[in-house]
Each structure stands twice: as C-alpha cells, then as structure tokens.
C-alpha cells in the first residue's frame, strides 16, 4: 500500500483543471490528484440527492487514493453536497480527512473586492436554484445586493471544446445582459467551467466590474488553510507530481488539459459506484 498523502481535486469534468492549474502553480510541491466526472456531466441540472451520491463516490475514491484533504473544485457539488460531507460523512467514516469547497472562498473574496455592494453571479441551474451565494453573501453584510443568472448551456459549450466560438460569445453576451442592467460591481464565476471563459467575459463586462474566479481565489486560500493546520501539511507528501483521471478519459480532456497545463498530460480511466 502506498504510504503518499496526496491533495485530491474533484469536478464534473474539466472546469476544474483551470483551478487545478492555478492550485499547481501556486503549490508545486505537493503530490496532487484531479478526478473528473466527465462521464457524468454536467452536474448542474441534477437533483440533490444524485449530486451528494456522485460526490460521495467520487471523495471515497480520492480518499481510497492516499488523498488526504480534497478539495471539490466543483461549484454545484459546493452547494449541494459539502456540508453533508462534512457534517454526517466525514465525522463517520473518515474523521481524519477533510473536505474543501470553492464557493466559501469565492463569497469571501467578492465581498472583499466589491465597492457598492452589487454583486452577480452567473452559475449553473442547480447552483443558483441552492441559493447558496446569496446565503454565503448575506452572511458577510445583510445589505448585499446578489443578481444571480442560471447559465445551462456554458459547462456544455467547455466539455465540447468550443470554448474560443463566436457563438460562444453570443451566448456568454445573452446570459450577462440581465446582470449588467443593474450595474453590478463585482462578477463571481460561480462555476469553475467558466474561468476558462474568463477573457470572454472580461470583454463583455469591461474594465469596471471585478471578476472572481476561483482559479484566482483558491491556491492562496488553500495555502493558508494549510498554515493553519500544521499537523495536516506536514503528512502531505511532497513529491511535485500530478496524475489525472476521468470517468470518460476523452481526446477532448487530453487536449484541453495539455493546453491549460501548457505541456502533456496522460489521463486514466476509471468508474465510479
């Protein structure tokens, strides 16, 4: 049995290779794990209780798998399944593991950066149904103003490879329009699909709306996880390396995973449940 204590990362598909990059970058030395559902995705229009089963199999995967904290790098499985994880799974059957969602930190970081206090949200169907932003937001200032818009076709658009398409533009400028009628400050990408879209939408919103993704938000807010738990960081293997699976390990992964990592990567198919 091998003895490495790595960082596990989970998405639906490949939105989260653009925070693991982010994670990597800013965190070379550890040993880490990416898992995408892409078999299964998206995640967005799923009911609760399928989406706490996929995440569970997938944490019981990556725990089965020498990680010892994961981080879900999934916005819908954020919403709807952390906080059982955390509160019935964990404490039953893996009390020395931990979980870690982005859209906590992703809340922090807007109500951080945004001057009037309007902030958007653009997420999945499921995502913006939890109504978990605006909860996560208000716990910050009660005064908040949250715009949210459900944004189906995005993660589709990102799993096809058709991110860099006019019509992609399109349909980023259709979504955006009712958020920028109220004249929001601050754009979360509720999301991790959508940082990869990021540089379209910084187009379409402009220079005066703040954009928080958590590619940007997660690697500094995981490494002051870790300072404050010492006991944690110290078993974590340091190693340096990364291994990729996929529940439907296609060229389409590969090639866009070699893209945002800037050099190969070999992806591993495996099943879940």
Request: charged letters at 25%; aromatic letters at 8%.
């Amino acid at each position: 049995m091998s003895q490495e204590k790595r960082i596990g990362i989970f998405d639906s598909g490949f939105g989260g290779l653009d925070v693991t990059r982010a994670i990597v970058a800013a965190l070379p030395e550890y040993e880490y794990l990416y898992l995408g559902d892409t078999a299964r995705a998206p995640y967005g229009d799923r009911s609760q209780e399928t989406i706490y089963a996929f995440t569970k199999q997938a944490v019981e995967f990556l725990f089965a798998h020498d990680c010892e904290l994961v981080i879900l790098a999934c916005n819908t499985a954020s919403s709807e399944a952390l906080r059982k994880i955390q509160q019935e799974y964990l404490p039953r059957y893996a009390p020395d593991k931990r979980v870690l969602g982005v859209l906590i930190p992703a809340a922090e970081d807007a109500m951080e950066k945004s001057s009037g206090k309007k902030i958007g949200v653009i997420a999945t169907t499921g995502t913006v149904a939890s109504g978990a932003y605006t909860r996560e937001l208000a716990k910050f200032d009660q005064g908040v103003q949250v715009f949210q818009n459900a944004c189906p076709l995005l993660v589709p658009i990102v799993e096809s490879g058709e991110q860099d398409s006019p019509e992609t533009f399109t349909v980023l400028e259709r979504y955006l329009a009712p958020l920028l009628r109220e004249h929001i400050d601050t754009l979360i990408l509720g999301c991790t699909h959508y940082g990869i879209l990021e540089s379209q939408i910084r187009t379409i919103v402009g220079p005066n709306v703040t954009i928080i993704s958590s590619a940007a938000v997660v690697p500094d807010k995981l490494r002051a996880y870790l300072a404050r738990h010492p006991e944690l960081e110290a078993g974590l293997s340091k190693g340096g390396s990364i291994r990729f699976f996929s529940t439907d390990a296609t060229d389409t992964f590969k090639r866009l995973g070699s893209k945002l990592f800037e050099r190969d990567i070999e992806v591993e198919k495996v099943s879940l449940g």
